[in-house]
């Protein structure tokens, strides 16, 4: 299937948001394939996990940014409920505290950071700082123009020692998000999760894209890509995700570490 | 069933752990029976959790304590499966650091205590500091006989404060471990894990059971009960951990938030 290289923003090049469709399915038959391919995948990546740590010599981060309703939250129940949560830790970053905001933006960031052998899943990310704060101006440009680098040095140090890092955006068209947010109006089960705020936010939707489009240029490496995901079709946009998070990690070729102690002189009694 | 009635260590009783046998399955017919059960109550607490983070009024804590090899590991891995990662922490607590150890016992594990609407999942626990420490002496009798009543201060702060508090003791006999570990010995890929330490400790047995029977004694309260699980056998050790955080979910009768905002009157364009 190879989503891994088909859907990956390419380090060194601008994407075209615009031209990309939210509703394609690259490398899927249908949603009736893509149910059983989701299932073998979140069965791999469970003994991944365990390699993972028993290797402990990696750590993965998974970084999910998108638009409201675009389905970072449905990505984790449904893609990551395989894993074990002893060994992966989900950090969601809403608006900065007044402690974080009295440091640098990648602090608080950092302190999420996985450790060795876990994996860790970011629920937006210091990708805000160049996104929401970019387009409602909250710093100036001279401030937020300079993270692009600050980040990719940031990621490049992750990267150095051992963290797997696997960037999402999940890429949903806006009238996509406006059946979304519909169908929650209906649902009186859904209505405290609704803010008028979020619907207002749909007044932006370019300048987010330009902003996007900016960040998935300048901060696609080798050693951290962004990858775009069609995903105004769930079913897609959670095989998608999976698969490629599988396909990477059998690149890192795991081992079991070799029994490197003479078990055969341990004493039990 | 009522595994909460039928396993809890009753407040202001002591247990006597050699008449309790760990190869017990009380309230359940079988292992094939006792699948079909922990599936029944692997979703449940996955509705139950996400019920727990709409309502946000509660939160949840597990504590697992247990011998070397009765399954701490195995009980998160089988049970905490289906819950969502999002809304979830494990925090196993090792040997303390030498910050942790410059600090009241309670103050990682207070670091560590879950948020509101949150899971959160304790890998030992502070009660280390009556165990472990006690039976190697690692701090003098009149420091560790002071931190029974300092814990039952600590929880009952926890749960007044909203958090709900499952201690489960993973009661194994001692040769179920000694089958365990053999297992462990005989398979490769399980070496690097094994330390002959964790077999030299099978020594202080009896000390370690002595440890816990007080544990047990003085500190399950009604805000925060010891269970004793009979966990020689891994089915009924998963099912009954399963079924008790059920049972105690259920009554406390959570709900989704009211629609309380007239979201009627939200624009959405």
Redesign the interface.
């Known amino acids: 299937m190879n989503l891994n290289e088909r859907l990956m923003a390419k380090p060194g090049t601008t994407p075209d948001l615009t031209r990309l469709n939210p509703g394609a399915t690259p490398g899927v038959k249908g949603k009736k394939a893509a149910a059983g391919l989701l299932k073998r995948n979140i069965d791999r990546l469970n003994e991944l996990q365990y390699l993972l740590y028993?290797e402990n010599k990696h750590a993965v981060l998974v970084v999910l940014q998108a638009m409201d309703a675009a389905g970072k939250?449905g990505t984790?129940?449904h893609v990551?409920?395989?894993?074990?949560?002893?060994?992966?830790?989900?950090t969601?970053f809403k608006v900065p505290s007044d402690e974080e905001r009295d440091h640098d933006f990648l602090w608080r960031i950092h302190k999420a950071a996985p450790r060795i052998g876990e994996f860790g899943?970011f629920?937006r990310s210091h990708y805000e700082d160049v996104l929401v704060v970019r387009v409602h101006s909250l710093v100036p440009p001279e401030v937020w123009s300079k993270r692009y680098e600050q980040i990719n040095a940031f990621e490049k140090l992750l990267a150095d020692n051992g963290v797997t890092i696997l960037k999402f955006f999940l890429h949903i068209s806006k009238e996509e998000q406006?059946r979304r947010?519909?169908k929650r109006?209906e649902d009186?089960?859904k209505?405290?999760k609704?803010s008028?705020k979020d619907?207002d936010e749909?007044?932006f939707w370019e300048d987010y894209m330009q902003a996007y489009t900016e960040a998935l240029a300048r901060c696609s490496t080798p050693w951290a890509p962004w990858y775009i995901i069609p995903s105004d079709r769930k079913w897609y946009r959670n095989l998608a995700v999976s698969q490629i998070i599988v396909e990477v990690l059998e690149q890192l070729d795991m081992q079991?570490?070799p029994?490197?102690?003479d078990?055969s002189r341990?004493?039990?009694?």
């Open positions: 028993a939250d984790i129940r990551m409920a395989g894993l074990n949560p002893q060994g992966c830790s989900v969601p899943i629920n406006k947010f519909r109006l009186p089960r209505h405290w609704l008028q619907f749909r007044a079991f570490p029994p490197g102690m078990v341990f004493r039990l009694e």
